[in-house]
C-alpha cells in the first residue's frame, strides 16, 4: 500500500500581528465617505427641517390673521360713529384706500403696493368679547393698517373715539408686498374697491348711507412665500 502523504503546512498570522498600513488607509479612506455621506444627509435634513417649520408658523400666522378679519367682517354691525371732531358721523364701514395698479384697471386685481399709514378699512363689529364684565358696549370699532409691510389691526376702546383716543395695535402678517380689500355690491352684486359705494347719498344718521353694508368682503394678501391668497367673507343682511 501506498502511504498517504501529509498536507502541506498552511502559512498563518501570528498572534501578534495587526493590520497592514495599506489595510489601516483603506478603513479610514472607506470611514470618512460613509462618514461625509452620513454628515451631508443629516445637514441636508435639519435644513429642510428648519425650512419646514418656518413655512408652518407662517401658515399658522396667516390663518390666524384671516381668522381675526373674519370674524371682524361677518359680526358687521349697522351702526355709524361720531366722527373724532365730534361734527359729523362715519359709516359703520368706511373703505376708501389709495390704491396704486399692478398694471390692470380691474379692481378686483389691485393691490396696495406702497406704504401707507391710512386705515385701509374701518368698522363697527358687534360681539366685542367682554371676560371681565365692565360697563361698556359689545360694540367695538376696528381698523386695519397696512404700514411698513405689515398688516396691522387696530381698535379703540370706546365706540366713538375722540381725537385724544388712542387705538390698540396689533401686527397680524408682516413682510407682505400688498393688502387690497373688495366688497360687494347688494344691489348690482359686483365688487368695488371703496365703501360706502359712489351713488349712495348721505344726509342725517338715518340715511342708509351710514349703516349699509356690503354683502361680502373680499380680502387679498400678497405674501412673497405664496404669493397672493384671498379669502371671501359673507356678511349677514
Not at 373724532?84 to 390704491?99: E, I, K, M, R, V
Not at 401686527?171 to 360687494?184: A, D, E, Q, R, T
Not at 342725517?204 to 405664496?226: C, F, G, H, I
Request: hydrophobic share 40%; with cysteine; net charge positive.
Amino acid at each position: 500500500m501506498t502511504a498517504l502523504s501529509a498536507p502541506a503546512p498552511r502559512h498563518r498570522k501570528s498572534p501578534g500581528s495587526g493590520f497592514t498600513l495599506i489595510e489601516l488607509l483603506v478603513a479610514l479612506f472607506i470611514a470618512a465617505i460613509m462618514f461625509a455621506m452620513g454628515y451631508g444627509a443629516i445637514d441636508q435634513a435639519l435644513q429642510n427641517r428648519g425650512v419646514i417649520r418656518r413655512h408652518q408658523r407662517g401658515l399658522v400666522r396667516l390663518e390666524t390673521a384671516m381668522s381675526v378679519m373674519e370674524q371682524d367682517f361677518v359680526q358687521l354691525a349697522p351702526r355709524p360713529v361720531r366722527s373724532p371732531d365730534g361734527n359729523n358721523y362715519l359709516p359703520c364701514l368706511q373703505g376708501s384706500p389709495t390704491f396704486e395698479m399692478s398694471g390692470t384697471s380691474d379692481t378686483a386685481q389691485t393691490s396696495i403696493t406702497s406704504d401707507t399709514s391710512s386705515p385701509l378699512v374701518v368698522l363697527t363689529r358687534s360681539g366685542w368679547s367682554n371676560p371681565t364684565g365692565l360697563q361698556r358696549t359689545e360694540l367695538e370699532r376696528v381698523a386695519y393698517v397696512f404700514d411698513n409691510g405689515t398688516l396691522v389691526r387696530e381698535h379703540w376702546n370706546v365706540l366713538d373715539p375722540t381725537l385724544s383716543s388712542m387705538p390698540v395695535k396689533r401686527n397680524l402678517l408682516k413682510h407682505l408686498l400688498g393688502v387690497s380689500f373688495l366688497y360687494m355690491n347688494p344691489t348690482t352684486r359686483g365688487w368695488v374697491d371703496t365703501w360706502p359705494p359712489a351713488g349712495v347719498g348721505g344726509g342725517n344718521l338715518q340715511d342708509s348711507y351710514y349703516r349699509l353694508r356690503p354683502m361680502a368682503v373680499k380680502v387679498t394678501v400678497n405674501t412673497k412665500e405664496w404669493g397672493k391668497i384671498s379669502r371671501i367673507f359673507e356678511i349677514a343682511q
